[in-house]
C-alpha cells in the first residue's frame, strides 16, 4: 500500500484533460485598467450610453473599495493593471449561422465535448457557447423563439432587448455590490441571457459553456435570467481553460430574476483549470452568483459541483422576497493538491413563510482547503420562516483541511432555523470492505464518493449528473493508495 | 483449495497466530470454533489480506497459487470471499450498484463479458429467492441503517452473487435471532456444492446444528489444538474449553 507522499504524486500526475490552447487569431486589449478601456469595451460592443454610464459607475465603486480580508485564505496579490480585459476572435461579422463561425472554434468546443452543431447536440439541450470575452453561437434559438423565449449572448440582447436588460441588470447585484462585482459591472465583456416569458415552462435545458483561452486574460461574463410569472427554467454552466503557469481571474455576475410562481434551477459544474500540484497557475474563481424570488410562491434552486480553480471563492445566494418563496443550495466543492474552495450559501428571508434548504458536501484531499461559509438572515417579518442546513466534509488524507462557518440572524421568533454539520473520513473499513468484493481502491474511493455526494448529484440534470459523476471520479483518482 | 502452513501472524507486534496449519478441500465445511481471543477472526482477517495483520511465517496456497502475494482484491476476484463479523455501512452506494461493480470486476478478472442489465436483474432476482433476501434492502444504500441481522443477510446475498469458491463466514452467526439463523442457514446450505468451500468461524455449537460441518477444529492461543468431526462440537458445547485450553497447557509443558 503506498504511503501518503505517494498518494499525493499519484494525484500530481494526472493531467488535467482540457489544457490545449486555441491558436486563433484575436483581437487583444492591451493590458491595463483605466476609464478608456471602459469606453472601448462598450464602443466595440456599440452599447447605449445608459449601459457605458452604469460601466463607469462600476469603475468608480472598483476604485473605491478595497480587497476583502475575511475570507479563510491568503488572498495572493493581484495586479489588475496586467490583466487584458478584452479578448475576441478576430472575425467582425456576427454570426448568422454555424457555417460561418471559424472552424478552428468548432473544433475547440468539439474536443471540449460541447458539440454546436444542432444535429449533434446533446437532445433537448441548448447551448451558449464564450470564449474568452465573446460569446460563439447559441443553439436551438428559433425553436426557442417560437415559445417567445429569449436566449442569446448579452450583447445581443442590449442590442435587441434593451429595455429589459436596462430594467433588470444590477438589481440583484449591485455594481457596488463588492469590488469583483464593480470590476465585472465596469469591464464585463459578454455572457448569456435568458428571458422566459408569463406561463412557459421551457422544453429543454439552457447551457452556456465558457472557456478561457488567451493568456493573460481575465474573464468577466454576466448573466441575466428573467423567469416571468409562472414559468419554469433549467439552466447550466461548464467551464474549462487552458493549463497556464499564471493565474488568471476569472470574476463573473450571475443574476437571477424569479417572478411570482416561477422557478429557476442553476446548475453549475465548474472544471477550470486548477493549478499544479505545486499550487503553480490556476484560475482564480471569483464569481457573484445572487438570485430572487421577487414574487408569491417563486422558487430558485442552486446547485453546484465545484472541481477546478486555484481558488474558489463564491456564496450563490438568494434573496427570498415574495411570501411563501422557495431557496435552495445544493453543492459539491473538491479541493486537492493545493486547491482552496471558501464557498457556501446566503439566504434572505425577508417574506413570510418563506422556506431554504442548503445541503453542502465538502471532499479535501492532498493539501487541498474548504470552508463553508453560509448565512442564515431572518427579517422581522418572515414570520414562520424555515431553514435547514446541513454541511458535511469529507477528509482524504492527512495533510487537508475542512472548515466550517455558519452564520444564523434572527429577528423573527416564529422562525425555525436547523443546522446538521459532521465530518469524516474515508474510513478504511470502507475500503477494505469493497477490496474484498473485487473492488480496487481507486474505484472504491470513487464509489464511496458518489455516494457521499449523492444527495447534491441527484439534483442534476440526468445528462450532467452523469457526467458529474464521472469527473468527481477523475478528480479524486489516486487520492488514496 | 486452501492449504495454510506453519502460519504464523502478528498485529501491532504482537503475535497472534502461532503456527496453524490447515486443509481444506473442494465441497468440504470446516468449523473452526474456540474461545474468545483465540485468533479466529484473526485468521479470517489474515486470509482475506487485510493491511495491519503481518504474516511472519508460514504459507498460505489458494487453488495452488501463493495467496500472500495477492492483493486483497485480487483474492477477492480469484473466489475468496469474506462473510463479515461487522459488515461496512457506505452511505449513498446502493446494495445493487456496489454489486453491480463488484461482479463486474470479478468477471474481467476471469476473461468474462460483463453481464448485461437484463442477465444482472434476473440473476439478482434469482439469489434474493435463493436465500430469502428483502428485495427492498437490495435497493437501499450498501447496509445504511440496517439492522444486525440484515447486515449479515447482505453478506449472505452477496455471497450467492459473486458465487466465490472460498466463503469464510465470520461469526455469521453472533447477533442473529433464532428465526435469521435458520434463513442464513439455510442460504448457505444451498448454497453448497462439490466445487465450493466454506469456513465457518463460531463461538457456539448452535449454527452448526443447521449447517452442518465436515471438519471441526478448535482454536486456542493462536494454534489449532484439536480436530474432529462434527461431535466435537457437540463435545464443547457440552464440556466447554476448559479442559483444551489445560490440555493444550499440558502439552506446551511438555514440550
Redesign the interface.
Known amino acids: 500500500?503506498p504511503n501518503d507522499n505517494e498518494i499525493i504524486d499519484n494525484i500530481a500526475n494526472k493531467e488535467y484533460e482540457f489544457g490545449f490552447v486555441t491558436d486563433i487569431e484575436m483581437d487583444i486589449l492591451p493590458a491595463g485598467l483605466n476609464e478608456n478601456t471602459i469606453r472601448y469595451i462598450s464602443e466595440k460592443k456599440k452599447e447605449p450610453e445608459w449601459l457605458l454610464n452604469w460601466r463607469l459607475k462600476g469603475f468608480q465603486s472598483f476604485q473605491k473599495q478595497k480587497l476583502p480580508e475575511w475570507q479563510n485564505f491568503q488572498l495572493p496579490p493581484i495586479d489588475f493593471q496586467k490583466i487584458s480585459y478584452y479578448a475576441a476572435p478576430r472575425n467582425k461579422k456576427k454570426y448568422n449561422s454555424l457555417d460561418e463561425v471559424d472552424p478552428e472554434l468548432l473544433a475547440t468546443f468539439e474536443k471540449l465535448g460541447i458539440p454546436l452543431s444542432e444535429q449533434k447536440a446533446l437532445t433537448g439541450v441548448a447551448v451558449d457557447a464564450v470564449f474568452d470575452s465573446i460569446s460563439i453561437a447559441t443553439t436551438y434559438k428559433d425553436k426557442l423563439k417560437e415559445l417567445g423565449i429569449i436566449f442569446c449572448s448579452f450583447g445581443e440582447a442590449v442590442q435587441e432587448h434593451p429595455e429589459l436588460v436596462q430594467k433588470y441588470v444590477g438589481s440583484v447585484v449591485p455594481h457596488s455590490d463588492n469590488i469583483f462585482a464593480a470590476l465585472n459591472a465596469a469591464v464585463f465583456s459578454d455572457g448569456s441571457f435568458v428571458y422566459i416569458p408569463k406561463g412557459v415552462r421551457c422544453p429543454m435545458e439552457l447551457s452556456t459553456y465558457f472557456r478561457i483561452n488567451t493568456e493573460n486574460t481575465g474573464q468577466f461574463e454576466r448573466t441575466l435570467i428573467i423567469a416571468d410569472e409562472g414559468s419554469y427554467v433549467s439552466y447550466l454552466e461548464g467551464c474549462t481553460a487552458p493549463m497556464r503557469d499564471e493565474n488568471q481571474l476569472h470574476a463573473a455576475v450571475v443574476e437571477l430574476i424569479a417572478l411570482e410562481n416561477a422557478e429557476i434551477k442553476y446548475s453549475t459544474v465548474q472544471n477550470w483549470y486548477p493549478g499544479d500540484k505545486d499550487g503553480k497557475g490556476g484560475i482564480y474563481n471569483f464569481v457573484t452568483k445572487r438570485g430572487i424570488c421577487k414574487g408569491a410562491n417563486a422558487k430558485i434552486s442552486w446547485t453546484q459541483v465545484e472541481t477546478g480553480s486555484a481558488i474558489t471563492w463564491k456564496y450563490p445566494s438568494v434573496i427570498l422576497q415574495g411570501d411563501n418563496s422557495t431557496g435552495e443550495f445544493y453543492s459539491v466543492a473538491v479541493t486537492r493538491n493545493r486547491q482552496i474552495a471558501d464557498t457556501g450559501t446566503k439566504m434572505h428571508h425577508i417574506g413570510r413563510n418563506t422556506r431554504s434548504r442548503i445541503i453542502s458536501k465538502g471532499i479535501s484531499a492532498g493539501h487541498g482547503n474548504n470552508s463553508y461559509r453560509g448565512l442564515v438572515q431572518i427579517g422581522p417579518k418572515a414570520d414562520q420562516a424555515r431553514n435547514f442546513t446541513q454541511c458535511d466534509s469529507l477528509l482524504i488524507g492527512d495533510q487537508c483541511g475542512a472548515h466550517t462557518f455558519p452564520y444564523i440572524e434572527s429577528k423573527n421568533n416564529t422562525a425555525t432555523v436547523e443546522h446538521e454539520a459532521t465530518t469524516s473520513k474515508i474510513?478504511?473499513?470502507?475500503i477494505?470492505?469493497?477490496?474484498?468484493?473485487?473492488?480496487?481502491?481507486e474505484?472504491a474511493v470513487a464509489?464511496?464518493i458518489?455516494?457521499?455526494?449523492?444527495?447534491v448529484l441527484n439534483q442534476l440534470p440526468m445528462e450532467f449528473a452523469v457526467e458529474a459523476q464521472k469527473l468527481l471520479s477523475i478528480t479524486l483518482e489516486g487520492s488514496v493508495g | 483449495m486452501l492449504t495454510i502452513k506453519n502460519l504464523h501472524a502478528e498485529v501491532e507486534e504482537k503475535q497472534i497466530l502461532k503456527g496453524i496449519n490447515l486443509s481444506v478441500n473442494a465441497g468440504e465445511v470446516h468449523a473452526i470454533m474456540g474461545p474468545n481471543g483465540s485468533g479466529k477472526s484473526s485468521l479470517a482477517s489474515v486470509l482475506?489480506?487485510?493491511?495491519n495483520y503481518h504474516v511472519t511465517q508460514g504459507e498460505i496456497l489458494f487453488s495452488g497459487m501463493n495467496l500472500l502475494d495477492m492483493?486483497?482484491?485480487v483474492?477477492?476476484?480469484e473466489g475468496l470471499?469474506?462473510a463479515?463479523q461487522y459488515?461496512?455501512e457506505?452511505?449513498?452506494?446502493s446494495n445493487i450498484?456496489?454489486?453491480k461493480?463488484?461482479?463486474a470486476?470479478?468477471r474481467v478478472?476471469k476473461g468474462l463479458p460483463p453481464l448485461d442489465a437484463k442477465e444482472f436483474l434476473r440473476m439478482s432476482r434469482e439469489k434474493q429467492k435463493l436465500v430469502e433476501f428483502d428485495a427492498q434492502l437490495v435497493n437501499r444504500?450498501?447496509n445504511e441503517g440496517f439492522s444486525g441481522g440484515e447486515k449479515k443477510r447482505n453478506e449472505i446475498f452477496?455471497l450467492a452473487m459473486?458465487e466465490p469458491k472460498l466463503s469464510i463466514l465470520d461469526e455469521t452467526d453472533s447477533g442473529l435471532d433464532i428465526d435469521a439463523l435458520r434463513i442464513v442457514s439455510k442460504g448457505v446450505n444451498k448454497l453448497r456444492s462439490e466445487n465450493n468451500a466454506f469456513i465457518i468461524i463460531t463461538h457456539y455449537q448452535r449454527l452448526l446444528e443447521y449447517i452442518v460441518p465436515d471438519f471441526v477444529h478448535v482454536l486456542y492461543d493462536g494454534r489449532i489444538v484439536k480436530s474432529g468431526t462434527k461431535e466435537l462440537a457437540l463435545e464443547l458445547e457440552e464440556k466447554g474449553y476448559d479442559w483444551l485450553k489445560e490440555e493444550a497447557r499440558e502439552k506446551a509443558t511438555t514440550i
Open positions: 500500500m474510513g478504511e473499513d470502507q477494505f470492505y469493497l477490496n474484498q468484493r473485487g473492488i480496487d481502491s474505484k464509489l464511496i458518489n455516494g457521499y455526494a449523492k444527495e | 482475506a489480506g487485510r493491511e492483493s486483497p482484491e483474492r477477492a476476484r470471499f469474506l463479515f459488515p461496512i457506505i452511505p449513498g452506494v450498484n456496489f454489486l461493480t463488484a461482479l470486476e470479478i478478472h444504500s450498501l452477496q459473486l
